[in-house]
C-alpha cells in the first residue's frame, strides 16, 4: 500500500472494485436510455406514468456524477489544491441530491394540484397489428419490464459502496431501490383508472414524488454535512465511521502516549485524519518512533492515507480534552 499526503492508490481489491462499479455505472445508463424511450412511447395522460418517465430521467444523474468524479478524484495534488482531488466525490454526491430534491418538489405540487382538480387522466387505446388494444395494458407491461434490473443493479451497488465507501454509489444504489418501486406504483395507478379510481393515477404519482423528494433530502443532507466536515460516518451516514476509535485505541496503547484524541472527516473514498497526542512525561518520541506510529495507523484501514499525529500538552475541546470531558460528564 502506498501512502502520499493527498493522493490515493487504491489495494487491489478496491482498485478491482472500483473497476466493476465503473462498469456497472455504464451499464446503468444503458439500461436507463432504453427504459426512458419505452416510458415515453407509451406515457399517455397518465400522471403516474410522467412521473415514473421523470424519475428515470433523474436516475441518469447518479450515475453520470459517479462517472466524472472517479475521473478527477486521482489526479495529482497541486499548489491550488494541496489535499488532492478527493471532494470531487462529495461533490457529485451534492448535484445528484440537489437534483433529486428539485424534481421532486416539482412532482408532488404537479401531482397534488391534478388530485385537488379532480382531473380524471383518460387512457386510450391503440392500434397494433389490426388489434385495438387498452394503452394501460401496454403501461403496465413496459413497467414490469423496468424491475427486474434494478433490483439486481441496486443490490451490487450497494455492496460496491460499503467496499469503496462511496457515497455517489450508494446514492445510486438507493436510486434503483426508487426506480422498482416506481414501477410498482405506478402499475397500481393504471390499473386502478382501469378499474375506475380516477384518483389512483395521482396518488401513485404523488407516492412517486415523495420517494424521490425523501431521497433528495437524505442525499442532499448526507452531502452537504460532509462538505462541511462533520464527523466522518460510514458510508450510508447511519452512524460515525469506527476507524477513529481504532486509530484512538491503538495509538493509546503506544508505550509512550499518555492521551489520544482524533477528528476525522470525509474526504470522499478516503480521510484526512489528525490525532493529537500528549505524551508521557520525559517520554516524548522520536521521529522514527513517529513514523512507526503513522505507519501502523495507515495499515488499520485503506482510508486512512492522509493522517496528520500532533503531540500537545493538552488535547483540544473538540477531541475529548478537559472541557469535551465534562460535557460528556454532563451528557452521560
Known amino acids: ?20 462499479a465503473e462498469r456497472f455505472e455504464w451499464l446503468t445508463l444503458g439500461y436507463l436510455a432504453i427504459s426512458i424511450v419505452l416510458v415515453y412511447f407509451v406515457i399517455g395522460s397518465s ?39 478527493h471532494r470531487s466525490i462529495g461533490v457529485a454526491h451534492l448535484v445528484a441530491g440537489v437534483a433529486l430534491f428539485a424534481m421532486g418538489t416539482f412532482l408532488i405540487v404537479d401531482s397534488a394540484i391534478g388530485l385537488f ?72 395507478g393504471v390499473a386502478g383508472i382501469g378499474i375506475g379510481w380516477w384518483w389512483a393515477d395521482a396518488a401513485a404519482a404523488l407516492f412517486i414524488a415523495a420517494g424521490i423528494l425523501r431521497d433528495g433530502v437524505r ?12 464527523r466522518a460516518t460510514t458510508f450510508d451516514g447511519d452512524r460515525p465511521h469506527p476507524v477513529t476509535a481504532e486509530i484512538d485505541t491503538y495509538l493509546r496503547a503506544l ?20 490525532s493529537f497526542i500528549v505524551p508521557r512525561h520525559g517520554r516524548t518520541p522520536s521521529l522514527r518512533k513517529l513514523r512507526e506510529a503513522r505507519d501502523g495507523c495507515i495499515e488499520l484501514d485503506w482510508k486512512v492515507q492522509d493522517i496528520v499525529l500532533v503531540l500537545v500538552d493538552e488535547l483540544p475541546e473538540e477531541v475529548g480534552g478537559p472541557v469535551g470531558d465534562r460535557q460528556s460528564e454532563r451528557n452521560r
Open 1 to 20: 500500500m502506498t501512502a502520499r499526503f493527498g493522493r490515493t492508490e487504491l489495494p487491489d481489491r478496491q482498485a478491482r472494485s472500483l473497476k466493476r
Open 219 to 230: 442525499n442532499m443532507r448526507s452531502a452537504i454535512t460532509d462538505l462541511m466536515d462533520t
Open 47 to 85: 400522471q403516474a406514468m410522467k412521473a415514473a418517465w421523470i424519475e428515470d430521467l433523474l436516475s441518469l444523474a447518479p450515475p453520470i456524477a459517479f462517472l466524472v468524479a472517479i475521473r478527477i478524484v486521482n489526479r495529482r495534488p497541486t499548489d491550488r489544491y494541496p489535499y488532492g482531488f
Open 255 to 274: 508505550p509512550w502516549a499518555a492521551e489520544v484524541g482524533s477528528r476525522v472527516r470525509d474526504e470522499g473514498h478516503v480521510f484526512h485524519l489528525e
Open 117 to 188: 382538480r379532480l382531473e380524471h387522466p383518460p387512457i386510450g387505446s391503440v392500434q397494433i397489428f389490426g388489434q385495438t388494444i387498452w394503452l394501460g395494458w401496454l403501461m403496465m407491461a413496459v413497467m414490469a419490464l423496468t424491475i427486474p434490473l434494478p433490483i439486481y443493479f441496486g443490490r451490487v451497488k450497494m455492496s460496491l459502496a460499503k467496499e469503496l465507501h462511496d457515497k455517489v454509489l450508494y446514492a445510486d444504489a438507493d436510486m434503483n431501490k426508487a426506480d422498482w418501486t416506481t414501477a410498482v406504483g405506478t402499475i397500481v
